[in-house]
């Protein structure tokens, strides 16, 4: 028992903690728009205290009505007003009530869109180790796919603020007539508030425990029936298989919300008969009062509708209020990853690229590895690239070569050493003046569901709307071609998303990143293994004119192909994160060590 009384303060207790989040998200509310939410919430103030002016004029109709029933013939002379004056409220509480729900949809609308876009503009600001890291992905998700949920709960403080006043107001008359009346309520109340919220807890922290879950699920529906995974699921006969493991990890969770939903239903319904008691102990006080002609028709209509109204309205405020707390603690989420703060940022007065790059990169005992990993990537690196020097990079999968890219690009720092540029130290210069000079194809580069013009815009966005260069950039990667077979040309849709766009093999999509990085103005070139889906003979068409096309410029390739890399000036081989030997292809294959050995294996299958 104790431990579920524990369990039910800590529970309280978050959900409280959870209220924090409130005030930013309603700073984020009122400039999203400020004219609405200023409407929105004095409309709201004025519809609340629509309930206890009609009240107060039917105690008036009904006075009126049984005294002329008692004197037949008499009637008196301010009933009509009355009635018109009801009417009149009525009427205005229906069109405030519209007004409020036109006010409530247009700000959803702006909420949505700005939270949406602060979204964006956040998760550009994060580092690449943030994306790589799974905890972190399932927040991001979380708030993604909540954040726009969360208009329900700015409903429910707007509606908050109108129940409040609503109550204070009609609760204001049965306190005057009777303070214990008023209290008796309360008390009758408040269990079903707390049970209430408590059971909606659960749900919450069931649907918080159920995110990794709902993305397994939505993996196998990927898998099951996705395009890139059909291949395969149809000749490894993977359908059945798939189907079942779908089949019982949702029906574990249908198990769980069944069990919650069983709850609900009988604690809940207990709980409302207790609030029903408390209202009709005072409905019958009030009743007893008339019998014995202390109160008029008139008044003990209008304190039973006090009494109804103060009775309905304290529910539905503990419960708008539970709801609120509970969609607080969604917003956890959303400010968890507001809070998520980059490491690698620029530093204050931070310095502009070099332009021309006069000395290069160096490494200086570079270690590196993974955040939240053991095992060290790169250890002690040395390394060096002059300005127009093309070198290459050569060893097994897993030996470093994509990470050495991405601590030279910075999208990391490294563990311990230092990367200089110009022989200053590459967190001294604006991070985005950096990347500006570097022009990087990753391994696993994006194939954009885009149009072919900015597939290959997007590797030097201002110069989207200049066809020229766009088509330049693609003659030099070979992507020409592919342009020319599109009767819409640049203007093709890509990939398989959007209607009317085509797909292309991998070697098709490389020759459009490739455009990319050629298409940057940039004085760095990282082509990472950029022609792994490409034939030899197409390898050799994109690679013929590299050296021409990397002139002037620094440029690293990662390549399995010696064809290719003994075009470049310089061949570094890395083995478990250290270069283990270095020099022109020639030199290295007269040495005889371990590039000689793997050109040899490479040269023995085309003999
Ligand atoms: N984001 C990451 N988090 C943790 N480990 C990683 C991450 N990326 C790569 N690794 C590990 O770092 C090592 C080097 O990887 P990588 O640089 O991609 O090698 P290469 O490009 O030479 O094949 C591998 O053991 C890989 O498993
Ligand atoms: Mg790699």
């Not at 409280?16 to 930013?24: D, E, G, T, V, Y």
């Not at 029936?225 to 059909?230: P, Q, V």
Request: proline share 3%; charged share 20%.
């Amino acid at each position: 028992m104790n431990s579920v009384l524990d369990a039910q303060v800590r529970a309280w207790r978050e959900r409280m903690r959870a209220l924090k989040n409130l005030p930013p998200v309603l700073v984020l509310l009122w400039n999203s728009g400020r004219l609405l939410v200023t409407a929105a919430v004095s409309l709201r103030i004025v519809s609340a205290l629509i309930p206890v002016s009609m009240l107060w004029v039917s105690r008036f109709i009904i006075d009126d009505a049984v005294s002329a029933v008692r004197h037949p013939g008499y009637i008196p002379d301010d009933i009509w007003w009355l009635v018109a004056a009801e009417f009149l409220l009525g009427a205005a509480g229906s069109v405030l009530g519209r007004t409020i729900d036109y006010c409530d949809a247009r700000l959803a609308d702006e909420f949505s869109r700005s939270v949406s876009l602060r979204i964006m503009e956040h998760a550009a600001t994060l580092d690449l180790a943030s994306f790589e890291d799974p905890s972190f992905y399932d927040v991001l998700e979380r708030a993604r796919v909540q954040a726009t949920d969360r208009i329900a709960m700015l409903h429910a403080l707007g509606t908050l603020v109108e129940q409040g006043i609503t109550l204070v107001s009609l609760s204001a008359a049965v306190i005057l007539f009777s303070p214990l009346l008023f209290a008796l309520l309360v008390f009758c109340v408040a269990p079903a508030f707390l049970g209430e919220s408590h059971l909606a807890f659960l749900g919450y922290s069931l649907a918080h425990s159920l995110t990794p879950v709902r993305r397994e699920l939505d993996y196998l529906r990927v898998l099951a029936t996705g395009k890139e995974s059909a291949k395969e699921v149809k000749v490894f006969g993977l359908a059945g298989y798939l189907r079942d493991q779908f089949a019982s990890i949702t029906g574990g969770v249908i198990r769980r919300n069944r069990s919650l939903a069983r709850k609900r239903l009988w604690v809940g319904s207990l709980l409302a008969i207790l609030g029903s008691l408390g209202y009709y102990g005072g409905y019958t006080f009030l009743v007893v009062r008339t019998l014995q002609g202390r109160l008029s028709v008139g008044e003990l209509t209008f304190l039973a509708g006090a009494l109804a109204g103060s009775n309905r309205q304290l529910q539905l405020l503990f419960s708008t209020f539970a709801s609120i707390a509970d969609q607080a603690l969604f917003l956890t989420d959303l400010m968890q990853f507001f809070a998520v703060r980059p490491r690698i940022r620029c530093v204050p007065r931070a310095l502009p690229a070099p332009r021309p790059i006069r000395d290069g990169f160096e490494f200086r005992q570079v270690s590196f590895w993974y955040p939240q990993t053991e095992r060290l990537v790169l250890s002690d690196l040395d390394f060096r690239i002059a300005p127009g020097e093309r070198v290459a990079l050569v060893g097994e999968n897993g030996q470093g070569k994509t990470t050495f890219v991405k601590l030279l690009a910075r999208l990391y720092d490294p563990t311990s050493g230092q990367i200089l540029l110009d022989g200053v130290d590459l967190r001294e210069y604006h991070l985005e003046d950096l990347h500006r000079q570097i022009g990087v194809i990753f391994q696993d580069f994006m194939r954009y569901d885009l149009p072919a013009r900015e597939n290959i815009g997007v590797g030097q966005i201002e110069q989207l709307h200049d066809p020229r260069a766009l088509l330049r950039a693609a003659s030099k990667s070979r992507a020409l071609e592919i342009v020319h077979r599109f009767p819409d040309g640049l203007h093709q849709m890509l990939g398989r998303r959007f209607e009317g766009g085509v797909d292309l093999s991998g070697g098709e999509w490389q020759k459009f990143a490739l455009a990319r990085a050629y298409l940057r103005d940039a004085q760095v070139l990282i082509l990472d293994e950029p022609t792994a889906s490409l034939d030899a003979l197409a390898e050799y068409e994109v690679f013929r004119r590299f050296t021409e096309l990397t002139e002037g410029r620094m440029a690293i390739l990662i390549s399995h192909r010696f064809s290719t890399v003994r075009m470049c000036d310089r061949i570094v081989v890395l083995e478990a994160g250290r270069i283990r030997e270095e020099g022109t292809h020639r030199q290295l294959v007269a040495r005889g060590g371990r590039y000689a050995a793997m050109f040899e294996l490479q040269a023995s299958n085309y003999r």
